[in-house]
């Protein structure tokens, strides 16, 4: 496997490859891989020729106070992971050449970055929309995977990739959880062990609005307010949001039909988590 650290090295070695006949898979990242990643990189690898693991912690999407200088790094151990999962190559960039000094370009997806954790967090989206589009030009790949855990995040570049004409496949791919069900999460490593028996309630939330829309109901509002009820009974989550969204907008869902993403974001101690369900429900 190669480590690739220059954008124009990782263009040509790219192109190179769809011009002999290879397809290329790419999955983005900021490292300090589990086995979501993991799942992500196997995905490709069946599907694809050529994958590529891009590895950059991306300074534009951490807002004032959030954790950029602690986020957890281990290359070493990432390149393990990766090779054993048959990866071909890590693109590895520095900050300052995916921003040079002045950086003054930007991405803005609009509308569906206004609720969910768009409010939290000002400037993330447009941080991971600018990090996408810079690597879909320097890593021109047929398919690209991202995971379900950040559903969000997925909207975000499948509508970027329509409104700008990439011409990309985005995969998106379930998200895998521990054995007691919490989302698996770089962020999962700052938990104390209390916090993250704590922090399975919010899977277990996600599984009450499965079973009771599964028994009919459709009044959003009852289901998010039992899902609420549930989470404080964990005196140590702190939730952000607990929503109902229609799967396609990310609106707030009105009455609970097709596609309906159950969403939420809560502090566990230091760790801010968030997790989903997708349901799909008669129109």
């Not at 890590?90 to 768009?118: K, N, Q, S, W």
Request: hydrophobic share 40%.
């Amino acid at each position: 496997m190669r480590i690739v650290t220059a954008a124009g090295e990782m263009r040509r070695e790219a192109w190179e490859r769809r011009k002999g006949g290879d397809t290329v898979g790419l999955v983005p990242t900021m490292g300090f891989f589990h086995q979501g990643h993991i799942s992500l990189m196997r995905a490709a690898r069946d599907e694809c020729d050529f994958v590529v693991v891009s590895l950059f912690v991306n300074p534009t999407q951490f807002g004032p106070g959030e954790d950029l200088e602690d986020y957890p790094r281990d290359l070493a151990r990432d390149i393990e992971m990766a090779t054993q999962a048959g990866v071909d190559c890590i693109f590895h960039p520095r900050a300052e050449d995916m921003y040079p000094e002045p950086y003054l370009t930007y991405v803005m997806v609009e509308g569906i970055t206004d609720g969910l954790c768009g409010p939290a967090r000002p400037g993330h989206f447009r941080g991971v929309a600018t990090v996408v589009a810079k690597l879909f030009n320097i890593i021109p790949a047929d398919r690209a995977y991202f995971g379900l855990k950040d559903a969000q995040q997925v909207q975000v570049i499948r509508r970027m990739v329509r409104d700008l004409d990439f011409d990309v496949e985005i995969v998106a791919c379930p998200t895998l959880r521990e054995d007691d069900g919490l989302a698996m999460s770089s962020r999962n490593i700052y938990l104390e062990p209390d916090e993250r028996k704590a922090a399975t309630v919010l899977y277990r939330s996600l599984q009450l609005a499965q079973r009771l829309s599964g028994e009919g109901e459709r009044d959003p509002q009852k289901i998010t307010e039992a899902m609420r009820g549930l989470i404080a009974q964990e005196p140590l989550v702190h939730p952000e949001y607990v929503e109902a969204v229609d799967w396609n907008t990310l609106a707030p869902a009105g009455e609970l039909r097709g596609q309906v993403l159950f969403a939420l974001a809560a502090r566990v101690g230091n760790a801010r988590l968030i997790d989903n369900v997708l349901i799909e429900l008669p129109e």
